[in-house]
């Protein structure tokens, strides 16, 4: 609830609409809006390849916007990633400590500086996208090597490879600050 009293006002208010990123973000969707299967886009400097930026939040802002419109979509997607940037943070702390306090890691995550400066001043949506996707699949991979659960391979699986379509970057560095002390934890 408290995601949805912070950050939802200032989402429906359009505020990231004069961030950095988002015309960007906006652009790439209304491409895929228009040429879903079309890699080549001849709108920016006489052409150039969409598939050279990894294309999945774009694409959910222009499955999106086909009801909502291109800025509402965006909206949308953004809040979407800060509610699985809440629910991921729970679910990542409570490998780590126990329930309560985990609750308490969530909850600090709506008000996390970082997020803000990402999804207000920069525009960030690919690395907001990322971030959770990939927080969300750390635990089943915990589970799939302390347990060999192979649900949880394959959920995590998922999970990487949609985080990895989101922003390749965040996946490569988050790898070293994330899975290598979850890994550490499971021995």
């Known amino acids: 609830m408290t995601a949805f ?34 890699p080549w886009n001849p709108k920016w400097y006489a052409g150039f390849s969409q598939m ?13 916007s086909r009801i909502l419109g291109l800025d509402m979509a965006y909206m949308a997607v953004q809040f ?18 126990n329930a309560r ?3 308490f890691a969530a909850l600090a995550s709506i008000f996390l500086g970082s997020e803000s400066f990402l999804v207000y001043s920069a525009g960030q949506l690919s690395t907001t996208s990322a971030a959770p996707l990939y927080l969300n699949a750390l ?9 060999g659960k192979w649900r949880s ?14 922003h390749h970057a965040t996946l490569l560095f988050g790898s070293m600050f994330f899975a290598v002390p979850v ?5």
């Open 5 to 38: 009293a912070v950050h939802l006002p200032l989402l429906l208010m359009k505020l990231p609409l004069k961030s950095y990123d988002t015309n960007f973000h906006i652009f790439f969707a209304s491409h895929y809006l228009h040429s879903w299967f079309d």
């Open 139 to 147: 635990p089943y991979l915990f589970e799939w090597v302390r347990h």
């Open 101 to 103: 306090a985990a609750s």
């Open 153 to 166: 391979f394959l959920k995590g699986a998922v999970l990487f490879t949609a985080a990895a379509a989101a």
């Open 183 to 187: 890994l550490a934890l499971v021995l």
């Open 52 to 64: 050279t930026y990894p294309p999945l939040p774009q694409q959910w802002v222009a499955l999106l």
């Open 80 to 97: 979407a990633a800060i509610l699985l940037l809440a629910l991921g943070v729970y679910r990542f702390s409570l490998l780590w400590v």
